[in-house]
């Protein structure tokens, strides 16, 4: 038997009952999330909003929904169609973007929005979707679910854990990961695949956390071997995290008449196109030589910040009453200057403040 006709046998047999019990669940503790419809809102002829839908996916990548709410009705009050969006400057997205971290998401944002703006239209499946910019198997499968109703799979993090549990996976996570995706896709019903989707990622959220799961009150703990064994927090079973290399630099905090001194950096690398201090390269071997035009300054502590793949560590320097820079750099405001950039700058410059 293949593989996906063993997963779908197992469904059929192993899971029946559980998506009922978990929609029953969700229609009674379902979150209120802005960029949500209720549950039953769907059969009562409410219509989600794609672009409202795929701007909070995108933001959730990484990111924990408290922090990303603020972020998302600042987005969708400054820009509330992808129109909108498509048709902003990219610096001012970016600025905007500042503290929500991976900022490559920023840039296929803007990219994502244009290709839409340009059809016309959203496309309504998880194939047409995966042919955006920035959309990855996940979106493209939480999209299509939410916003088109599409009989999608969408499995995060939160969906993989309920799973690993439920079925005790202890093989190579690889390989567990893709069996997990393979049951959701045959579990999705066919008349309310958004709000199953919904449903999942409320309860890993809520219900099946990643540390002291509520076992007690899981609407499909019946269903669960994790549970039956009595230790649901020794699943998922991952392979070890590979410790990350540091890497060192220099950030400067350059003061004038006019403000402090920032640059806007390279669109590509790491945090392309957002605006920056001025910094130093930063290596493995240790902090590059000093940038030429700083000259005399004052050394004044160190920043850490970690980064998907390293740590960094940034002495900060700070340099007072300059009124000259190189053409590559400005001066602004430093208290409007504080709100756009990305977390690494903004923790030197509360350091200098």
């Known amino acids: 038997m293949a593989k996906r006709e063993k997963a779908a046998f ?10 009922d019990a978990l929609l029953d669940w969700y229609g009674r503790h379902a979150r209120t999330l802005p960029w949500r419809i209720g549950p039953g809102e769907r ?7 794609p672009y409202r839908i795929w701007l909070a996916e995108i933001m959730l990548q990484q990111t924990t929904v ?3 709410v603020g972020y998302f009705e600042t987005f969708t009050r400054t820009w509330p169609t992808v129109e909108a969006l498509a048709s902003t400057e990219d610096g001012d997205v970016m600025a905007a973007w500042a503290g929500l971290g991976y900022y490559a998401r920023a840039r296929n944002l803007l990219k994502c929005a244009r290709e839409v703006a340009a059809r016309g239209s959203w496309p309504k499946t998880e194939a047409g979707l995966r042919e955006l910019p920035g959309i990855g198997p996940y979106t ?4 299509a679910a939410l916003a088109f109703n599409e009989r999608s799979a969408a499995v995060d993090g939160n969906v993989d854990r309920v799973f690993a549990r439920i079925l005790a996976a202890k093989g190579e996570w690889k390989d567990e990961k893709r069996r997990i995706a393979d049951i959701v ?4 019903p066919e008349d309310r695949p958004g709000e199953f989707a919904e449903a999942l990622m409320d309860l890993g959220a809520t219900v099946c956390t990643p540390k002291r799961p509520n076992c007690l009150i899981c609407p499909i ?3 669960c071997t ?4 009595g230790e649901p927090e020794r699943y998922p079973v991952k392979p070890a995290k590979k410790v990350k290399p540091v890497r060192y630099g220099e950030v400067y905090i350059v003061r004038g008449a006019s403000g402090v001194v920032v640059e806007t950096r390279p669109p590509q690398g790491l945090l392309g196109g957002m605006l920056g201090l001025p910094t130093t390269d930063w290596r493995e071997d240790g902090a590059a030589a000093r940038l030429e035009w700083i000259g005399d300054a004052e050394e004044i502590g160190e920043v850490k910040h970690v980064f998907t793949h390293f740590e960094l560590r940034l002495k900060v320097v700070t340099v ?4 000259l820079v190189p053409s590559d750099y400005e001066f602004r405001g430093e208290e409007g200057v504080a709100s756009a950039l990305p977390s690494v700058f903004k923790k030197a410059l509360k350091l200098a403040s």
């Open 226 to 229: 994790a549970y039956t064994e």
């Open 43 to 49: 059969g009562r002829g409410v219509v989600p909003d």
């Open 10 to 19: 197992a469904a059929g047999t192993r899971f029946d009952g559980l998506p």
């Open 221 to 223: 703990r019946d269903w």
């Open 185 to 188: 896709r045959t579990l999705v």
């Open 320 to 323: 007072e009453g300059r009124d």
């Open 66 to 68: 408290p922090h990303a």
């Open 140 to 143: 493209a499968g939480a999209v």
